[in-house]
C-alpha cells in the first residue's frame, strides 16, 4: 500500500520561502506520477503543480508557476515543493498526491483529483501578512 508523508510546512512571513518534502514508501515510485494539492479553510481543494513518473515534465497552476517548482528523486522516494515569494493566499494544507493511473485521465490528469489514488494527511502552510 503506496503512503506518502509531507514534512515542511510552518508559519512564514509573506515574501518568505518554505520547501515541503513528501516522502513515499510502499511501491515503485518510479511508476507514479507526483503532485501537490492545497485546501484553504471554505475554500475547494485546489491543483498546485504536478511531476511525471519520469520527471521530464512538470506542471504548476498558473498562480504559483512562476514562484513554486516541484521535483522529485526517484532513488530517494522523494518529491519536494520548492515555494518562494510565499503570500497570505497560499495558507492551506498541502497534500501530497500519487497517481498510478494518470493514463487514463487525459492529457490534463495532473490537475484532477480523481486521477490520484493515494493521498498524504496533509501538512499545514500558513503566511502572515
Known amino acids: 500500500q503506496v503512503q506518502l508523508l509531507e514534512s515542511g510546512g510552518g508559519l512564514v512571513q509573506a515574501g518568505a520561502s518554505l520547501r515541503l518534502s513528501c516522502a513515499f514508501s510502499?511501491?515503485?515510485?518510479?511508476?507514479?506520477?507526483l503532485g501537490w494539492f492545497r485546501q484553504a479553510p471554505g475554500k475547494d481543494r485546489e491543483f498546485v503543480a504536478a511531476?511525471?513518473?519520469?520527471?521530464?515534465?512538470?506542471f504548476n497552476e498558473d498562480s504559483v508557476k512562476d514562484r513554486f517548482t516541484v521535483t522529485r528523486d526517484n532513488k530517494q522516494n522523494s518529491m519536494w515543493l520548492q515555494m518562494k515569494i510565499l503570500k497570505p493566499d497560499d495558507t492551506a494544507v498541502y497534500y501530497c498526491?500519487?497517481?498510478?493511473?494518470?493514463?487514463?485521465?487525459?492529457?490534463?490528469?495532473?490537475?484532477?483529483?480523481?486521477?490520484?489514488?493515494?493521498w498524504g494527511q496533509g501538512t499545514q502552510v500558513t503566511v502572515s501578512s
Open positions: 511531476i511525471t513518473n519520469d520527471a521530464h515534465r512538470t
Open positions: 510502499g511501491s515503485t515510485m518510479s511508476r507514479y506520477g
Open positions: 498526491v500519487a497517481s498510478d493511473s494518470w493514463l487514463l485521465y487525459g492529457s490534463n490528469w495532473y490537475s484532477r483529483p480523481k486521477a490520484y489514488g493515494f
